[in-house]
Nanobody, 124 residues
Framework: QVQLIESGGGLVQAGGSLRLSCAASGGTFMNYAMAWFRQAPGKEREFVATINWDGGRLSYADTVKGRFTISRDNAENTGYLQMNSLKPEDTAVYYC?????????????????WGQGTQVTVSS
């Protein structure tokens, strides 16, 4: 089974950019669908973006569409979330998730494998 480790979070001013990485090990990453979710303080975890095994299908939450880009490098066993034009409301712990299969999904229950999360804080 795959293990996921996120990195790249931090503190950034509004309007800035960050790139999150999700390093996978212990499995054949290209066999997995992948997604990013986030959880803000006091709120439920929510969907951010998802990508299928070869990057040919993508989907984004309306709140990040046009600002965030999900991608993956199967040769490097790593997924990415490029976040531009960040807003204070993007402040959250960001989690990557993966599941064997060729699909995209915004539903948490579709993913069995999760990272520990990385904190993103956007100051105004």
């Amino acid at each position: 089974q795959v293990q996921l480790i996120e990195s790249g979070g931090g503190l950034v001013q509004a309007g800035g950019s960050l790139r999150l990485s999700c390093a996978a090990s212990g499995g054949t990453f290209m066999n997995y669908a992948m997604a990013w979710f986030r959880q803000a303080p006091g709120k439920e975890r929510e969907f951010v973006a998802t990508i299928n095994w070869d990057g040919g299908r993508l989907s984004y939450a309306d709140t990040v569409k046009g600002r965030f880009t999900i991608s993956r490098d199967n040769a490097e066993n790593t997924g990415y979330l490029q976040m531009n034009s960040l807003k204070p409301e993007d402040t959250a712990v960001y989690y990557c998730a993966a599941q064997p299969g060729s699909f995209i999904s915004s539903e948490e229950y579709r993913y069995d494998y999760w990272g520990q999360g990385t904190q993103v804080t956007v100051s105004s």
